[in-house]
Structure formats: C-alpha cells, structure tokens
C-alpha cells in the first residue's frame, strides 16, 4: 500500500531523512520507533506530500502527491490542526464533502468512541487539546482510508482514548488497511505491531518484525537502547 525507494530529505545543508527506503502492506501495522529528531516526523510529512524531498512514494501505486494518493491516505498530525470557527459536527461534515461520501453515521460512531458525542456542537477554537487531537483523529478515519498514519498519536490523549485508539489499530489492521505509526515511546508500542523500524540520525538503524522467535531473542527494548545508547545491535 506505500511505497517508499531512496528518500533523501535535506532542510538546507541539514540531512533530515538519509536514503530510506521500505513498505508497508495492507493489513499491517508498521511502527516508526526513534529518540527526538530521528526524522520520523520529516519522513511522515514526505509521504503525507506536505514536503519536497528526493526519492520516490507511492500510495497504493499512485505517486504520493496525486488526487488518487490522497483519497487513500489518512495522515493524523502530532499537533492538531482544527478549524476554529466550525463545530466538531461541522468537521466532518466538511471532511465528508471534500471526499463527496454520503453520512452513513460513522463519524458520529467514531465521536462516540472518543467521548466527543456531546461536543458535537463546540466550536473547534473551544476544544482542549486533547479534544482536538480526538476530533482530528475522528476526521482522518472518516473517509475509511486504506492508509493510516499516526505521528506520535498518543502523546496528549486521556486513558479512554489511547485504550480506544489501539482498539480501532487492530481493527483497521483486520480490516486491511496500512497503518503507519511513529512514536518515540516503546511503551506505547506494545504488541499490536508487525513491523518496527528504529531510526537514528534520519536512517534506519534496524528493523525487527513481531515473530516470537526474533523477540524471544531479543526484546524491543533492548534492541532500542543497544543502538540509541551505543551499543551494537546483534
Ligand atoms: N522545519 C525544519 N527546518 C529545519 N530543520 C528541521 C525542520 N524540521 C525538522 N528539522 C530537523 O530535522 C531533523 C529531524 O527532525 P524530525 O522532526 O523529523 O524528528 P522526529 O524524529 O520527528 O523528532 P521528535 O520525536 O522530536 O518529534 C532534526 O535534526 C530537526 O532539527
């Protein structure tokens, strides 16, 4: 479902993303695991198209930045970005006619799920920021996309919401979407994923999958700090 081959992403002289390339298919949940300024948020606005880079993505074989691309693509921002002056109803109802779908009543499912029902008449400006990033969340899930990605989606969420949001990981993995996931928190990670790659200074360092035999040799964790913390992976 994406695609990426040989990315390469300078801010000025700066190296953010060096030369990186992998996939993730449908059905599985791929996690960007990295300390603070690995790249993993430059690599996420490469895909999402909000950045030139070099290199080549594709989201379901369309080049990254087509119409095609993007009405399969969800991507969930660190920081939210809401509009002030329209309503959490008025949110999705704007999400629903840029992607022209009719309200089968998911988005107002997706508002139960996150406590957001009785807001549906707040004002975006008047959301806390928890809030936001739910209402952000619930307008990125709207339009069903076959490709998720979350940049750093826990971080700020309540109890409820983060216990709702790896329910609603599993369930789009079952239902054969591609989830992208970037965190810096290996607690957060769990046991949902497939596949974790550890970035360090804009490049992968490692890449392990979630098969009983590779973790029984080594956990996550320990893989982390071996890199991260200088020792070397084995
Ligand atoms: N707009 C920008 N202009 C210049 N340099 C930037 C910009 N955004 C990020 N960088 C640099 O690019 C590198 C990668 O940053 P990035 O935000 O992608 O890391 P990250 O892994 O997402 O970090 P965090 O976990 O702190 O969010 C860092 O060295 C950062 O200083």
Redesign the pocket.
Known sequence: MLTLNHVTKY??K?L?NDDISFQVDSGQIAILL??????????IKCIAGLLRFQGDITIGGHGNKTTEAKRLLAYIP?TPAVYDMLTVSEHLEFIRRAYRIEDDGYGERLLERFELADKRDKLGRDLSKGMQQKLSICCGLVHRPKLIIF??PMVGLDPHAIKELKLLFREQKAQGAALLI?T?MIDSVEDYWDVTHI?VN?RFAATQYNRPEELKARSLEDLFFAITEGGKPS
């Open positions: 801010y000025g700066n953010a990295g300390p603070n300024g690995a790249g993993k948020s430059t690599i660190e940049d750093e970037s810096h970035m804009g």
